[in-house]
Structures are given as structure tokens and as C-alpha cells.
């Protein structure tokens, strides 16, 4: 049953514009995520948010921004897309920062043309 | 720096037979280690974590062992079924903020 969802499914753009993808979760965790799966499958953390506070940063070009107004939500913005930036972004959310499960959301496909 | 290797990209057997995954890390820290299942276009899900009283996790007949003295979390299933194909992710969390995910490995089960 999803409980962290997703808005756009799918989004194709061309180069240059600004996108925003939304992120809601309803199982009152502390800390969210974005992570990016690219065309071969690998899946990189972009951003950790904990109790709306930025607590990871990867190594991500400045064009990407996430936002945050409240613990249930976080969304993300990309400023000037580029076609490396085609892939599926996931939100996903924990209970804390520490081992607990990690859910994820099914993802917003983004194509960059 | 801390990481996860999974040595196989892909992995292909038939029905009836054991799978094993592989999965080893390095960290200057114990890491909390996971392994992640996702099914075509859905999200990755939790399969196992590891404990730290070594108990041996178990799920959907998957099982792993962490193994600190070869730093391993394979993942084992004694008999591969048509449904289990999909891409298997090994993570590991140092309770920094971050779940870092090895680069998977797609599992394919033919009749």
C-alpha cells in the first residue's frame, strides 16, 4: 500500500526549463529523501531532509533544489534542465536517520528532449 | 570511503533452483545492511535488513547473514520461483542520513 506519493508520474520537458516534482508522505516519519535512478538502474541519494533541516547534501549540481514546508513534504526543483538530468527521481521516507525500513514512492520519470 | 559491492549485474536461472546474490561492503563503522527488491515499475521495497544480535533475517523464503569477519550479506533462497525476478539492491545505513545502495543486480527466473 503506497503511502509516499508522487506527483507528476511522468514529465517530458525540454532542455533548459524548470521542473518541480512533488513529494507527500502520510506516515508521520522525521526524515525524507530524494534519490535519483538513472537509465542503468543505479540509485544515488540526492538530498536527506530530517525534521525539515537539510542533513545530506550529495554532490549535486546547483540546479537541483529541494524545499521543504513541512516534515510530510518534499519537493524538488530543477532549475535549467539538462539531458543527463532524464532519469526517475524518488521520494522516499523513514522513521529517523538511523536503521529503520526506508519507504519509497514509485517515482516521477523526468525526460529531458 | 564506505561502500557496497554487488559483483553481479545479472543473474539468470531456471525455476527450482537456489539463488544467492552477492553483497560485501566496506566501512570504517559496523553499517546496518539491507537488501531492497524492485518489481517492474514499482518502487524498491524493503526485502531483509540485518540484526545486530546476528539473527539471521528472513522474508518471502529470503534469507542473509552479515557476516562481519568477510563484511558480506549475501542473500540466499534455498528455490527460485518465476515471481521473485526483478532488480535487487544491496544498502548499507551508518545512521548518518544516508542509505547507500550497491548498483543492483537483475534476477531472472525462467521456467
Known amino acids: 500500500e503506497t503511502a509516499v506519493f508522487q506527483t507528476p508520474n511522468y514529465h517530458v520537458t525540454q532542455v533548459g526549463n524548470e521542473v518541480s516534482f512533488n513529494c507527500k508522505q502520510t506516515?508521520?516519519?522525521?526524515?525524507m529523501y530524494w534519490y535519483k535512478q538513472d537509465s542503468k538502474k543505479l540509485l544515488k541519494i540526492m538530498f536527506s531532509?530530517?525534521?525539515?533541516?537539510?542533513?545530506v547534501n550529495e554532490t549535486v549540481p546547483r540546479r537541483f533544489s529541494p524545499q521543504s514546508s513541512d516534515k510530510a513534504h518534499l519537493n524538488l526543483r530543477i532549475k535549467s534542465v539538462e539531458p543527463e538530468d532524464s532519469a526517475v527521481y524518488l521520494c522516499?521516507?523513514?522513521?529517523?536517520?538511523?536503521?529503520?525500513?526506508?519507504?519509497f514512492g514509485k517515482g516521477t520519470r523526468l525526460t529531458v528532449v | 570511503g564506505d561502500s557496497v559491492t554487488q559483483t553481479e549485474g545479472l543473474v539468470t536461472l531456471t525455476e527450482g533452483l537456489p539463488v544467492m546474490l552477492n553483497c560485501t561492503y566496506q566501512?570504517?563503522?559496523?553499517?546496518?545492511l539491507f537488501w531492497y527488491v524492485q518489481h517492474l515499475n514499482e518502487a524498491p521495497k524493503l526485502l531483509l535488513k540485518?540484526?545486530?544480535?546476528?539473527k539471521r533475517p528472513e522474508h518471502q523464503g529470503f534469507h542473509a547473514t552479515l557476516h562481519k569477519s568477510s563484511s558480506s550479506f549475501h542473500l540466499q533462497k534455498s528455490s527460485a520461483q518465476l515471481s521473485d525476478s526483478a532488480l535487487y539492491y544491496c544498502?548499507?545505513?551508518?545512521?548518518?542520513?544516508?542509505?547507500?545502495f550497491g548498483d543492483g543486480t537483475v534476477l531472472t527466473v525462467k521456467p
Open positions: 540485518s540484526f545486530t544480535d546476528n
Open positions: 506516515l508521520g516519519h522525521d526524515t
Open positions: 522516499a521516507s523513514s522513521g529517523d536517520v538511523a536503521n529503520t525500513e526506508v519507504f
Open positions: 566501512s570504517t563503522y559496523s553499517p546496518f
Open positions: 544498502a548499507y545505513n551508518t545512521n548518518t542520513g544516508k542509505l547507500t
Open positions: 531532509y530530517n525534521n525539515k533541516q537539510l542533513i
